[in-house]
Structures are given as structure tokens and as C-alpha cells.
């Protein structure tokens, strides 16, 4: 059956650095979102993407995060300068007809 | 106030024993997901139902639209069931997800 992958599945960073958070979503889908979840907390919307645009972001999503999809396959999520507080796992999903599919997670952890 | 709401918050059973999750939400929706998440963190979907109740294995899922509410029950529960459950619904006005708090659920043998 078909999967959304996420890479990598943990990623350590430093403070201030800039972070790339990558999913590959189900090929046939249109639909692509990003979300997170801070440990303890509940799962939270940060954005969605469709027709190679933003449809609808949370407050969360400021200009320190960015989304693409530069090569019509991979789904990305930038981070420009990681606070400690960006901590969380991030979920990828894709959308068919309004059935989300979800990644396995990518935890962030900034020290 | 959380647009949805799940009970309990944490649940502990025996092995065998029948466990039910509640899910209530405040907003309209067009449809619902049960999700599991294991300790690893992954989130794996369970069911997505619009009405009535689906079947798959031991998990039972029913949802009742006009009283707001779904419930989550697993039969003969397992140690392997241990997991948190999650509720999130489709709101009718946008396509994102609305996630509830999780139950915590621990079965042991």
C-alpha cells in the first residue's frame, strides 16, 4: 500500500540553525499538509499546500517557516532559524479525497 | 475550549477487558478519524467514518452526527493495544485536521 515518507526520522540541531524537513507524499495526492506536535501536547496545525501554494496557515507558521515542493515530489518544511521551542515531531500528510494519510513523524529536537 | 474533547484521558485495563474511548466535538463536520500513536511516536489511522459504525478486527468505531459524538472500543484488549488514542475531525468549512488530546490507553497482561 502506499506510504508517506518522511525524512530523517530524528534530527538534533543547534540552536539558530536552519533545519529541512522532508516528505514524500502519496504520488496521486493533491493535498499536502504539515503538522506538529510538542511532546505532551496535542497534535496542531501548521499549514497546507495545493496547486504549489499555501492554502491555509496557522499562527504557528510565522517567516521563520517556509514550505515547497521543489521537484513535484518531495514536500518540504523549512525552518530558517530553530528555537527551542520548534521541539516537537512534525507530521506530513497527504490528502486523497479527503482521507488524510500520515507519515511516521520526524522529531526535531533543538539544544 | 477544545473543540474536541476525548474521555478518558488515560485508561487502564486488564487483559480481555472491552475499553471505550469517547470522542466529542463542538463543531459541524463531515467526517471523523480514530488515530493510534505508539511510545516511537508514529501516528497510524485506525478509521475515518462519516455515520453509522465500522468494523476492523477488535476496534469497533460509531459515530452519531447529530449528538456530536464518536466512541473508540477494542475488544478482548491486548498488552499490544497499548498505545495513545487519538480523535481528530474534518471541520466542514476547511480541511484541516482537529486533533483532540489523546487517551492514554495501558493494557496489561
Known amino acids: 500500500e502506499p506510504e508517506v515518507t518522511q525524512t530523517p526520522s530524528h534530527q538534533v540541531t543547534q540552536m539558530g540553525q536552519e533545519v529541512i524537513l522532508r516528505c514524500v507524499p502519496i504520488?496521486?495526492?493533491?493535498?499536502f499538509y504539515w503538522y506538529r506536535q510538542i511532546l505532551g501536547q496535542k497534535v496542531e496545525f501548521l499549514v497546507s499546500?495545493?496547486?504549489?501554494?499555501?492554502?491555509?496557515k496557522s499562527e504557528i507558521f510565522d517567516d521563520q517557516f517556509s514550505v515547497e515542493r521543489p521537484d513535484g515530489s518531495n514536500f518540504t518544511l523549512k525552518i530558517r532559524s530553530t528555537k527551542l521551542e520548534d521541539s516537537a515531531m512534525y507530521f506530513c500528510a497527504s490528502y486523497r479525497t479527503a482521507e488524510a494519510f500520515f507519515g511516521q513523524g520526524t522529531r526535531l529536537t533543538v539544544v | 475550549k477544545n473543540e474536541v474533547e476525548q474521555s478518558p484521558q488515560n485508561l487502564t485495563a486488564q487483559e480481555g477487558e472491552f475499553i471505550t474511548i469517547n470522542c466529542s466535538y463542538s463543531?459541524?463536520?463531515?467526517?471523523l478519524h480514530w488515530l493510534q500513536q505508539h511510545p516511537g511516536g508514529g501516528i497510524v489511522s485506525l478509521f475515518m467514518?462519516?455515520?453509522g459504525k465500522k468494523k476492523h478486527g477488535r476496534l469497533i468505531a460509531t459515530i452519531n452526527i447529530q449528538e456530536k459524538h464518536s466512541s473508540l472500543h477494542i475488544t478482548a484488549s491486548h498488552p499490544r493495544d497499548s498505545a495513545v488514542y487519538i480523535c481528530a475531525v474534518y471541520p466542514l468549512e476547511t480541511d484541516k485536521l482537529i486533533f483532540g488530546t489523546g487517551t492514554r490507553l495501558q493494557v496489561f497482561p
Open positions: 504520488s496521486n495526492h493533491l493535498y
Open positions: 499546500f495545493y496547486n504549489n501554494e499555501i492554502s491555509e
Open positions: 467514518l462519516s455515520s
Open positions: 463543531v459541524g463536520i463531515s467526517a
